[in-house]
Antibody, heavy 120, light 108 residues
Framework: QVQLVESGGGVVQPGRSLRLSCAAS????????MHWVRQAPGKGLEWVTF????????YFADSVKGRFTISRDNFKNTLYLQMNSLRLEDTAVYYC?????????????WGQGTLVTISS | EIVLTQSPATLSLSPGERATLSCRAS??????LAWYQQKPGQAPRLLIY???NRASDIPPRFSGSGSGTDFTLTITSLEPEDFAIYYC??????????FGGGTKVEIK
């Protein structure tokens, strides 16, 4: 069955970098669009970034544009989120999510999330 | 950016009652609206996609309706496991994808 497992979260200082990983199983990530969505503590959901199935299209929320990059390793079937110049407001649980079959940009499957805390 | 406004913020109901949740878009999103359920400490779960289609393994007590700017999620008879926060999300205009602020369905 489809499974997404995030890792890489932790506590980092403002201005530093962090890379999150999302290991996929039960499907191949180069056949679906993939996303990162975050949720600040006690807050709602915020879409962060998207990579198309073929990797040709990447989109970012304005709040992270120029600081975050999305990539994937098809051999490892793993999605990544490189986060640079981190800010206090980037503190959140970060989820990776897969497009739902037949409804792109609908989040059909989610990982369990990884917590990123930005603190001095 | 399309803004989604959910109402009410909190819905206090008893098990067995009917829940009606609203999501209003700042401009038309056609039928490109989804609903998610999130329980404490868990990832969201897709319930409804494209306004009225139930996702896999979602029980029939959940239904979605609407188009354009006004959408409704209905839970016909609340089960104990249905008490959670519900979010709507549009995919009509992207990026960015946007979510509503959520409706908490709590036990009365």
């Amino acid at each position: 069955q489809v499974q997404l497992v995030e890792s890489g979260g932790g506590v980092v200082q403002p201005g530093r970098s962090l890379r999150l990983s999302c290991a996929a199983s039960g499907f191949t990530i180069n056949t679906y669009g993939m996303h990162w969505v975050r949720q600040a503590p006690g807050k709602g959901l915020e879409w962060v970034t998207f990579i198309s199935f073929d990797g040709n299209n990447k989109y970012f929320a304005d709040s992270v544009k120029g600081r975050f990059t999305i990539s994937r390793d098809n051999f490892k079937n793993t999605l990544y989120l490189q986060m640079n110049s981190l800010r206090l407001e980037d503190t959140a649980v970060y989820y990776c999510a897969r497009d739902y079959l037949g409804s792109s940009w609908t989040f059909g499957y989610w990982g369990q999330g990884t917590l990123v805390t930005i603190s001095s | 950016e399309i803004v989604l406004t959910q109402s009410p913020a909190t819905l206090s109901l008893s098990p067995g009652e009917r829940a009606t949740l609203s999501c209003r878009a700042s401009q038309s999103v056609g039928s490109y609206l989804a609903w998610y359920q999130q329980k404490p400490g868990q990832a969201p779960r897709l319930l409804i996609y494209d306004a009225s289609n139930r996702a896999s393994d979602i029980p029939p007590r959940f239904s979605g309706s609407g188009s354009g700017t006004d959408f409704t999620l209905t839970i016909t008879s609340l089960e104990p496991e249905d008490f959670a926060i519900y979010y709507c999300q549009q995919r009509y205009s992207r990026p960015p994808l946007t979510f509503g602020g959520g409706t908490k369905v709590e036990i009365k």
